[in-house]
């Protein structure tokens, strides 16, 4: 499936979501080694793993694709879509 620029920013965007509220839950819940977690705390944490790593793969293989129909290196394409996420331009959508 073809993605527009837009597309794949919108979805680094989520992706990077994603990874923010692993982060959070991880420092919420403390180190399960140093305090057990409970079964919600357990299957919360794996859930937001999973979703997390089902963005980023899409997100990887929808800038392959698009690399690949644009003609660019694939490290160019992910390098603009992450400074696009993490920079945006004043007035650009979403931003």
Known sequence: MAHTFEEL?????AADEAHTRLRQL???YGPPTAH???????????TALRAWRDLARDVQAAVTGYAREQGVARSEAESDVKSAVRHPTPGADGA
């Open 26 to 28: 991880r420092d919420q």
């Open 9 to 13: 920013v919108g979805m680094q965007r």
């Open 36 to 46: 057990p977690w409970s079964e919600q705390q357990t299957g919360t944490y794996e």
